[in-house]
């Protein structure tokens, strides 16, 4: 999500949002009203794809650090040989 990118589309929705409703209903103070409220609501959504995008990531990081951690103690654990009739374990 590319903040500037995503501030003019948001200005563009409530320049379009602001004509629409003003075009409804014909009064400038109601209009003005709905398009505060709607750009409260846009930045209150934009703030929580922030943190779904911090706290997704965060959980990939942990897991990643949970399998690095499996894999170390994989390494060491100790495999006794066996015996089989592949040539190649002898």
Same mark, same amino acid.
């Given at each position: 999500?590319?903040? =500037?990118?995503?501030?003019?589309?948001?200005?563009?929705?409530?320049?379009?949002?602001?004509?629409?409703?003003?075009?409804l209903?014909?009064?400038?103070?109601?209009?003005?009203?709905?398009?505060?409220?709607?750009a409260?609501?846009?930045?209150?959504?934009?703030?929580?794809?922030?943190?779904?995008?911090?706290?997704? +990531?965060?959980? +990939?990081?942990?897991?990643?650090?949970?399998?690095?951690?499996?894999?170390e +103690?994989?390494?060491k654990?100790?495999? =006794? =040989?066996?015996?089989s009739? +592949? =040539?190649?374990?002898?």
């Amino acid at each position: 999500m590319y903040a =500037p990118r995503v501030f003019v589309s948001m200005l563009g929705a409530l320049a379009v949002f602001a004509v629409a409703t003003y075009w409804l209903s014909g009064s400038l103070s109601g209009t003005l009203i709905k398009t505060v409220i709607c750009a409260i609501l846009l930045q209150a959504g934009y703030f929580g794809g922030v943190l779904y995008l911090v706290w997704k +990531e965060s959980k +990939e990081r942990n897991g990643a650090k949970r399998t690095a951690g499996r894999a170390e +103690e994989a390494e060491k654990l100790h495999v =006794p =040989p066996f015996n089989s009739s +592949e =040539p190649f374990n002898r």
